[in-house]
Nanobody, 125 residues
Framework: QVQLVESGGGLVQAGGSLRLSCAAS????????MGWFRQVPGKEREFVATIIWSSGRTSYADSVKGRFTISRDNAKNTVYLQMNSLKPADTAVYYC??????????????????WGQGTPVTVSS
């Protein structure tokens, strides 16, 4: 059974950094697309970043470009989201997701089949 377990969230001051981890298990993800989304209460879940596991190709939401970096560690079956220069607007619950290979770099929720439980990130001003 597929499991995605996020960790690394917490409280940080504006301008600080956090690194989120997503440990994937239950199947081979070597051909999968891995994504990070975030959600604020009362709002829709929004795309943050995605990485194609096999090629390492990445894509980012405009709001995080230049500040966030998504990467993967094949040996550990883990995907990371390095978040730098954090802003209060980045406060949200962050979710890891996995989906089957598709053309391009998927950025919509329905393109992902598996989801983690989420890890909260709070950025104070």
């Amino acid at each position: 059974q597929v499991q995605l377990v996020e960790s690394g969230g917490g409280l940080v001051q504006a301008g600080g950094s956090l690194r989120l981890s997503c440990a994937a298990s239950g199947r081979s993800f070597s051909r999968y697309v891995m994504g990070w989304f975030r959600q604020v209460p009362g709002k829709e879940r929004e795309f943050v970043a995605t990485i194609i596991w096999s090629s390492g190709r990445t894509s980012y939401a405009d709001s995080v470009k230049g500040r966030f970096t998504i990467s993967r560690d094949n040996a550990k079956n883990t995907v990371y989201l390095q978040m730098n220069s954090l802003k209060p607007a980045d406060t949200a619950v962050y979710y890891c997701a996995a989906g089957p290979p598709r053309p391009g770099t998927p950025s919509r929720e329905y393109e992902y089949d598996y989801w983690g439980q989420g890890t909260p990130v709070t950025v104070s001003s």
